[in-house]
């Protein structure tokens, strides 16, 4: 599989508090959803726009903690769509106001990751599948089955469709990989480890 090569362009602040369950640019603003776990009390289950000055959230929806863990979101037709780890529920926001209008629900036991295409919306669920879903009915459209090598590629995390193709982080590791979404094949990888060690030289905990 080939290599993905690549350069730092710019480094921002990030708060050191969120457990980061996604990013994503939108009208060229950067969001971040969060998570918040039992054994971090200062976590939050979040979403909302980056100060890209300082790495605080402007927060424009929040979740109880203590029933929901926040997960990917994504924009598509106007709104804002948010998984949520165990509930097999997401929500659903105004994309300008971010006042929720909505639930839905998934047959995926877990959601973890989320994009779009322009058309579906697209999750993981921490498996090797990744589920396409109707935007409107929710219904699932297309499964990929996500292979390297034609070996399965398990921990399927926070996805990004880019230029035709989905971005994947493989939970766990330093690794994003590149995937055909016609086939599910894995077309080439990234391998972070480098960002990964500079970040716990500068922030051991």
Do not use: C
């Amino acid at each position: 599989i080939p290599q993905i090569n690549f350069s730092v362009e710019t480094q921002y602040p990030h708060d050191i508090n969120s457990f980061t369950e996604g990013f994503l640019f939108h009208d060229g603003k950067l969001y971040e959803s969060t998570g918040a776990t039992e054994n971090l009390p200062q976590t939050k289950s979040l979403f909302g726009e980056v100060d890209l000055k300082t790495g605080k959230i402007d927060v424009k929806a929040e979740l109880d903690r203590n029933i929901y863990f926040g997960e990917g979101i994504t924009f598509l037709n106007g709104k804002v769509f948010q998984l949520t780890y165990k509930n097999q529920m997401g929500f659903i926001y105004d994309g300008k106001t971010f006042k929720n209008i909505g639930k839905f629900t998934y047959t995926n036991r877990e959601g973890w990751g989320l994009t779009t295409d322009g058309k579906s919306l697209i999750m993981s669920d921490g498996t090797s599948y990744i589920t396409y879903l109707d935007p409107t009915s929710f219904a699932v459209t297309k499964t990929l089955d996500v292979a390297e090598n034609n070996y399965v590629v398990e921990n399927i995390n926070e996805l990004e469709y880019i230029k035709g193709f989905i971005y994947a982080n493989i939970w766990m590791t330093n690794t994003i990989v590149k995937i055909d979404p016609n086939t599910g094949d894995v077309v080439a990888k990234m391998d972070l480890s480098d960002l990964s060690r500079q970040s716990k030289e500068k922030h051991p905990g």
